[in-house]
């Protein structure tokens, strides 16, 4: 998202524990519902805890922490989880026989679109959410007369 359009941004690194997935989840939808956008809010939480859940199962090292970043423009939330194992990149899913693992399946059915990014060290996971445009208030005082 190009920085003319940011309208909010908020990152914060979580050490790799199942409580840092909890507090992730509700700060995303704390954050998108202050942010104006509460009908994308649970959305954004469900997304944030299943890419936290796969950043803390399969890409986190003992002493490494995870980043969360939130940026929202006009009409687009991207939400990214950053972990440290970028050998360990998310495929997508060939059966449904597995009684886990299915995060990725939510995210995708959430999500506009998803993908996976190298960094330096590491990776990051991201999805996107289209949003809606805010409602313009408009003033509901006594109209003017021309008279």
């Not at 687009?76 to 972990?83: A, C, G, I, N, T």
């Not at 899913?93 to 506009?112: C, E, F, K, P, Q």
């Amino acid at each position: 998202m190009p920085v003319s359009q940011l309208v909010h941004e908020d990152k914060l690194d979580y050490t790799p524990t199942a409580r840092s997935v909890s507090l992730a989840r509700r700060r995303a939808a704390r954050l998108v519902a202050e942010w104006g956008q509460a009908e994308a809010a649970g959305d954004a939480a469900l997304i944030v805890s299943e890419l936290a859940t796969n950043a803390l199962l399969h890409g986190t090292l003992r002493g490494r922490l995870f980043r969360v970043r939130l940026v929202m423009g006009p009409s687009l939330l991207r939400v990214e989880v950053s972990d440290p194992r970028g050998e360990r990149v998310p495929r997508k899913r060939r059966g449904v026989a597995s009684t886990s693992g299915h995060g990725l399946v939510l995210v995708n059915g959430l999500a506009d679109r998803w993908g996976v990014e190298p960094r330096t060290v590491g990776k990051t996971v991201w999805a996107e959410l289209g949003l809606r445009p805010r409602a313009v208030k408009r003033s509901c005082g006594p109209a003017r007369s021309g008279g």
